[in-house]
């Protein structure tokens, strides 16, 4: 059974950082992506950024400039430092991990809340 921590998450002042972390806990097949959703209250999930198995990562717009993905592969660990927060940015935050070969898997992890206000 794969599990995924994610912890970082808490309350900041417009302009200011937090990072996320996520770590993956259990057997896990290489060659995976790992991403980070984020859920606004009233508001679909969304993407908001993603870093592949070969490292190639991909950003929202919203966030393009401000965040950075990275993963250490060795921790199994993924994580997003996030910069110039706004109060849009509020959220919670997912963690995403997914192999989209055979085999298949799709983990998500529980959620950290983001909230970004004076």
């Known amino acids: 059974q794969v599990r995924l921590a994610e912890s970082g998450g808490g309350l900041v002042q417009p302009g200011g950082s937090l990072r996320l972390s996520c770590a993956a806990s259990?057997?896990?097949?290489?060659?995976?992506?790992m991403g980070w959703y984020r859920q606004a209250p009233g508001k679909q999930r969304e993407l908001v950024a993603i870093?592949?198995?070969?490292?190639?990562?991909n950003y929202a717009d919203s966030v393009q400039g401000r965040f950075t993905i990275s993963r250490d592969n060795a921790k199994k660990t993924v994580y997003l430092q996030m910069n110039s927060l706004k109060p849009e940015d509020t959220a919670v935050y997912y963690c995403?991990?997914?192999?989209?070969?055979?085999?298949?898997?799709?983990?998500w992890g529980q959620g950290t809340l983001v909230t970004v206000s004076e």
């Open positions: 259990g057997n896990i097949f290489s060659a995976y992506d």
């Open positions: 870093v592949t198995s070969g490292g190639s990562t």
């Open positions: 995403r991990v997914v192999r989209w070969v055979v085999p298949l898997f799709d983990y």
